[in-house]
């Protein structure tokens, strides 16, 4: 057991990409691999951000633990289960960070909302008990709210990306992580708190997010 202490977090966003590559196919596999485009330049440790015909896999923004020539293996991802990841229907692109922005400022009430499980109401008339099952989950949202300065370089990078998939990386104290894609916006008239000058990033996500311990 561990009390992790969140004095320390960084948020950070992807700026610049690499170019994409397209990727022919994903393994059904624990973890998967996806066979990408020669001469694609992905290496070990590198992130990318996945666009597959798998819904579920599509803008995910996930870590390379392993290169083989163009198969690169892609930790953490499990697609074993072909009811969730039909074979023969994953083919896609993906694109490596090159650049990343954090968001700086921010104050030490940031919140997330969201992602809860969701559930369908299975009663029938003869059953006394009424019953549920799980169905889907509700939508991530992370606000960070911060102190207003546009003069810092992350308020131009969010606002050029403003209505795109974007990934973006939490990093905790200890070097666990976060890896997501979502939408990013910037409040375009700054509040007042505390006699200082306040804003905010949200993020809506959209996919779920990928974690790893290190």
Do not use: C
């Given at each position: 057991?561990?009390?992790?202490?969140?004095?320390?977090?960084?948020?950070?966003?992807?700026?610049?990409?690499?170019?994409?590559?397209?990727?022919?196919?994903?393994?059904?596999?624990?973890?998967?691999?996806?066979?990408?485009?020669?001469?694609?330049?992905?290496?070990?440790?590198?992130?990318?951000?996945?666009?597959?015909?798998?819904?579920?896999?599509?803008?995910?923004?996930?870590?390379?633990?392993?290169?083989?020539?163009?198969?690169?293996?892609?930790?953490?991802?499990?697609?074993?289960?072909?009811?969730?990841?039909?074979?023969?229907?994953?083919?896609?692109?993906?694109?490596?960070?090159?650049?990343?922005?954090?968001?700086?400022q921010i104050t030490r009430e940031y919140s997330v909302s969201g992602g809860e499980q969701q559930f369908s109401d299975t009663?029938?008339?003869?059953?006394?008990?009424?019953?549920?099952?799980?169905?889907?989950?509700?939508?991530?949202d992370l606000v960070l709210p911060l102190f207003h300065d546009p003069s810092l370089a992350f308020y131009a990078g969010v606002?050029?990306?403003?209505?795109?998939?974007?990934?973006?990386?939490?990093?905790?104290?200890?070097?666990?992580?976060?890896?997501?894609?979502?939408?990013?916006?910037?409040?375009?008239?700054?509040?007042?708190?505390?006699?200082?000058?306040?804003?905010?990033?949200?993020?809506?996500?959209?996919?779920?997010?990928?974690?790893?311990?290190?």
């Amino acid at each position: 057991m561990a009390f992790i202490q969140a004095v320390g977090t960084t948020f950070t966003f992807v700026s610049t990409y690499a170019t994409s590559r397209t990727m022919t196919a994903i393994t059904n596999a624990n973890p998967a691999v996806a066979t990408l485009a020669a001469s694609h330049g992905v290496i070990v440790g590198d992130k990318i951000h996945i666009k597959s015909g798998w819904e579920l896999l599509n803008d995910v923004y996930v870590r390379v633990s392993v290169v083989s020539v163009n198969d690169v293996t892609l930790e953490g991802i499990n697609t074993t289960d072909t009811n969730k990841y039909p074979a023969g229907s994953s083919a896609g692109s993906v694109r490596a960070r090159s650049a990343s922005t954090e968001i700086t400022q921010i104050t030490r009430e940031y919140s997330v909302s969201g992602g809860e499980q969701q559930f369908s109401d299975t009663s029938t008339l003869k059953n006394r008990t009424d019953t549920r099952i799980p169905t889907n989950r509700s939508p991530i949202d992370l606000v960070l709210p911060l102190f207003h300065d546009p003069s810092l370089a992350f308020y131009a990078g969010v606002r050029a990306i403003d209505g795109l998939p974007i990934a973006g990386e939490i990093v905790y104290p200890g070097n666990s992580r976060s890896l997501f894609v979502g939408y990013f916006s910037l409040g375009d008239v700054a509040t007042v708190n505390d006699k200082t000058l306040r804003n905010a990033v949200a993020v809506a996500y959209a996919s779920t997010p990928v974690e790893y311990a290190t």
